[in-house]
């Protein structure tokens, strides 16, 4: 279960930000991250890994919202560009196996969304 040794990466990113603003929020209310396809993560088990690793940390009971990216492709035979099902990097329009990947190796903390002591913030990244 790689998600796991991925949502400690991202916790630590998040909390790293948290601790950094100023004024000091209350509290975390959630955590957006953007991922793409070529990680296959699976959402549930990221979910769990999330729910205990941020047991006693400012991002205890915030919640994660991750987004996937699909994995696109560009043919350098045809030129086509579009979605890839990975393994398989293959071209739909020609069949070659020459293919640029475009989107869907990213990983990163897309937006923080924290309570102040007086009302709600949402801090992009």
């Keep these: 279960m790689h998600e796991f040794s991925i949502c ?6 998040a909390l790293e930000e948290y601790r950094a603003l100023d004024p ?12 793409g396809g070529m990680h296959q993560i699976i959402p549930e088990y990221l979910a769990t890994a999330y729910g205990i690793l941020s047991r006693d940390t400012p991002a205890a009971g915030s919640k994660l919202d991750l987004v996937i990216k699909p994995v696109t492709g560009r043919c350098r035979e045809c030129g086509w560009e579009g979605e890839i099902v990975p393994p398989f990097f293959q071209c739909a329009a020609c069949g070659a196996l020459a293919i640029d990947l475009m989107q869907g ?11 102040d002591h007086e009302h709600e913030r949402d801090q992009g990244l």
Excluded: C, S
């Design 8 to 13: 400690r990466d991202i916790l630590a990113a």
């Design 24 to 35: 000091a929020p209350k509290r975390l209310k959630a955590v957006r991250v953007v991922a």
């Design 105 to 115: 190796r990213e990983l990163y903390l897309d937006r923080l969304e924290v309570e």
